[in-house]
């Protein structure tokens, strides 16, 4: 079994990395969290789900990518690599993990703009997402 700590340290060892989970997509759990929360506690501490409060904001974004043909090619549906949103507080990188069976995973890391690189996180995303399935 993967151990989702040691892959969160290793997201989190990306230079300006501030928040760093993997989350069940299909019911919004949160599997593993480390780093700063969005109220400046440990995101570990929080709740155990990405919708806290109700806040369906996420998932509906990532439901709604999924299940779109305009953001899916045609020949490979339902393959989403990336969703990257900014915002004045950083770049928000949701990264899809791809698994042989039909797991509905993502890497979700919140990024400083000031000092993370963009295109080298989803990069180091990419490999870290490979190193899990292989685990």
Do not use: C, K
Request: glycine share 8%; hydrophobic share 45%.
């Amino acid at each position: 079994m993967p151990d989702f700590e040691d892959l969160l340290r290793q997201v989190m060892a990306i230079r300006g990395t501030l928040r760093a989970a993997l989350i069940d997509h299909s019911s919004g759990m949160t599997v593993a969290a480390l780093g700063r929360g969005d109220d400046g506690e440990d995101a570990d501490r929080q709740q155990p789900r990405w919708e806290p409060d109700g806040d369906t904001g996420p998932m509906d974004i990532i439901r709604a990518t999924v299940s779109s043909p305009t953001f899916v090619a045609p020949a490979t549906p339902g393959y989403v690599e990336d969703i990257v949103i900014t915002s004045a507080n950083g770049y928000h990188l949701i990264h899809f993990v791809v698994t042989a069976f039909d797991a509905r995973l993502v890497l979700y890391v919140w990024l400083d703009r000031l000092v993370g690189n963009l295109a080298m996180t989803q990069r180091s995303l990419r490999n870290l997402g490979q190193h899990l399935v292989a685990a």
